[in-house]
């Protein structure tokens, strides 16, 4: 199939918006040639000037997962920390026991309306993490959940193992027994059955220590997969520099972050991924150092975070906008950060901008300004959608 792109107004994403006007021509999956095109036989679609961009990547979401925690939000609006709620029983492990109750198509069911919410928005690439599991079988049934996604909707589903989440309440004190007993066992079997792009885990004083994590990283390594980590949401534990050490593709929140753990990333080429509904949600105070990032040429991505308790976002234009808003981030910056940074923090070299050779995915928006996506709070949605070289 041949589809051609004309009037449009493309931002090619290439180190900054890259604006030019004209054609994309798509082959069939695949960008062939941009500029003033024309062939014969095909698929022509007027664009009317519009903005033409990269499908967004959301490249930090946990949107398989069972259950609410309406709850919680109602109790920290009254006084109790995220800490408070987690050591209480709740949080994390409270959507734990949701998933175990779960089947695995009773998983689908609940996560396939956040899912559209994503696509909606503009999602043409999704990462999905397990760790609401915390059993092996419990995590192979989130990995199974979310590799069925993409055959369901026109997505594209990047797993990740994350079942170094949080320490189960019969590993209590236990959390090197937690690694070695389950975390480690599961990530084996997922590896072996083909569910996992890449490992992750949660770095902090109510998860996991980097040293306790130390094991999990070897093992990736020793798997060929690539590593992401969970780094200074809510205190400094060096994550950071423990995850550079690894080569990690990418530190995600980073709020507390000191300068050593800003130069380690940079050192690495590690991708900072801003989390802004996370800092929303929670109400917290201490904003990721952007600037510093910015000097030490970190490159940031912007993702939502998805999950039930922290952060309950669908939208990556939302996330765009509150990370102007809250962070300071330029448009350019948030938009660079759902697309081309989005993708390199999941080590994707096929997607996040526009060029010959690119997946075609892309989006169609309603507006001739690549700022609008940021300034439109919360309603930003795509006129239409290129997913694999085909309006979808």
Same mark, same amino acid.
């Given at each position: 199939m041949t589809l051609l792109l004309t009037n449009a107004r493309i931002a090619t994403m290439d180190g900054g918006y890259g604006l030019t006007h004209g054609s994309v021509l798509i082959e069939g999956d695949r960008i062939a040639a941009m500029g003033e095109v024309s062939v014969p036989g095909a698929e022509v679609v007027d664009c009317g000037g519009r903005l033409v961009t990269p499908g967004l990547v959301d490249c930090h979401s946990h949107a398989v997962y069972a259950g609410s925690r309406a709850g919680e939000f109602e109790a920290r609006l009254t006084g109790a920390s995220y800490e408070e709620i987690a050591r209480a029983g709740g949080g994390i492990l409270s959507t734990v026991r949701a998933v175990r109750e779960a089947s695995e198509d009773d998983l689908i069911a609940q996560s396939l309306p956040r899912i559209d919410a994503m696509i909606a928005g503009g999602a043409t690439t999704i990462e999905i993490k397990s760790g609401y599991g915390l059993t092996v079988e419990a995590e192979m049934k989130m990995l199974r959940a979310a590799r069925r996604?993409? =055959?369901? %909707?026109?997505? +594209?589903? &990047?797993?990740?193992?994350?079942?170094?989440?949080? &320490?189960? !309440?019969?590993?209590?004190? %236990?959390?090197? #027994? @937690?690694? #070695?007993?389950?975390?480690?066992?599961?990530? +084996? =079997?997922?590896?072996?059955?083909?569910?996992?792009?890449?490992?992750?885990? *949660?770095?902090?004083?109510?998860? *996991?220590?980097?040293?306790?994590?130390? !094991?999990? *990283?070897?093992?990736? +390594? =020793?798997?060929?997969?690539?590593?992401?980590?969970?780094?200074?949401?809510?205190?400094?534990?060096?994550?950071? &520099? *423990?995850?550079? %050490?690894?080569?990690?593709?990418?530190?995600?929140? &980073?709020? @507390?972050?000191?300068p050593d753990g800003v130069a380690a990333m940079a050192a690495a080429g590690t991708v900072a991924v801003i989390l802004p509904g996370a800092f929303y949600t929670l109400r917290e105070t201490q904003a990721p150092p952007i600037e510093a990032f910015r000097k030490a040429g970190v490159p940031m991505a912007v993702a939502t975070d998805l999950n039930p308790g922290t952060s309950p976002v669908a939208s990556l234009p939302l996330a765009m906008n509150m990370a102007c808003t809250l962070f300071r981030m330029t448009p350019e910056e948030a938009l660079l950060g759902t697309t081309a940074h989005a993708a390199r923090a999941l080590g994707l070299t096929d997607r996040g901008s526009i060029a010959p050779g690119r997946l075609a995915d892309l989006v169609v928006w309603d507006t001739d300004h690549p700022a609008d996506l940021s300034y439109r709070i919360g309603w930003a949605k795509p006129h239409a959608r290129i997913f694999g070289g085909r309006l979808a």
């Amino acid at each position: 199939m041949t589809l051609l792109l004309t009037n449009a107004r493309i931002a090619t994403m290439d180190g900054g918006y890259g604006l030019t006007h004209g054609s994309v021509l798509i082959e069939g999956d695949r960008i062939a040639a941009m500029g003033e095109v024309s062939v014969p036989g095909a698929e022509v679609v007027d664009c009317g000037g519009r903005l033409v961009t990269p499908g967004l990547v959301d490249c930090h979401s946990h949107a398989v997962y069972a259950g609410s925690r309406a709850g919680e939000f109602e109790a920290r609006l009254t006084g109790a920390s995220y800490e408070e709620i987690a050591r209480a029983g709740g949080g994390i492990l409270s959507t734990v026991r949701a998933v175990r109750e779960a089947s695995e198509d009773d998983l689908i069911a609940q996560s396939l309306p956040r899912i559209d919410a994503m696509i909606a928005g503009g999602a043409t690439t999704i990462e999905i993490k397990s760790g609401y599991g915390l059993t092996v079988e419990a995590e192979m049934k989130m990995l199974r959940a979310a590799r069925r996604v993409a =055959a369901l %909707r026109p997505v +594209r589903v &990047v797993t990740t193992h994350l079942a170094a989440h949080a &320490v189960p !309440p019969d590993y209590k004190g %236990r959390p090197e #027994a @937690y690694i #070695a007993e389950v975390v480690l066992p599961s990530l +084996r =079997a997922a590896h072996a059955e083909g569910l996992t792009d890449a490992v992750d885990a *949660f770095c902090e004083g109510i998860a *996991f220590s980097p040293a306790e994590l130390e !094991p999990l *990283f070897a093992e990736a +390594r =020793a798997l060929d997969l690539p590593v992401k980590l969970h780094a200074e949401q809510l205190s400094d534990l060096k994550g950071a &520099v *423990f995850a550079a %050490r690894h080569k990690a593709l990418s530190c995600d929140h &980073v709020e @507390y972050i000191g300068p050593d753990g800003v130069a380690a990333m940079a050192a690495a080429g590690t991708v900072a991924v801003i989390l802004p509904g996370a800092f929303y949600t929670l109400r917290e105070t201490q904003a990721p150092p952007i600037e510093a990032f910015r000097k030490a040429g970190v490159p940031m991505a912007v993702a939502t975070d998805l999950n039930p308790g922290t952060s309950p976002v669908a939208s990556l234009p939302l996330a765009m906008n509150m990370a102007c808003t809250l962070f300071r981030m330029t448009p350019e910056e948030a938009l660079l950060g759902t697309t081309a940074h989005a993708a390199r923090a999941l080590g994707l070299t096929d997607r996040g901008s526009i060029a010959p050779g690119r997946l075609a995915d892309l989006v169609v928006w309603d507006t001739d300004h690549p700022a609008d996506l940021s300034y439109r709070i919360g309603w930003a949605k795509p006129h239409a959608r290129i997913f694999g070289g085909r309006l979808a």
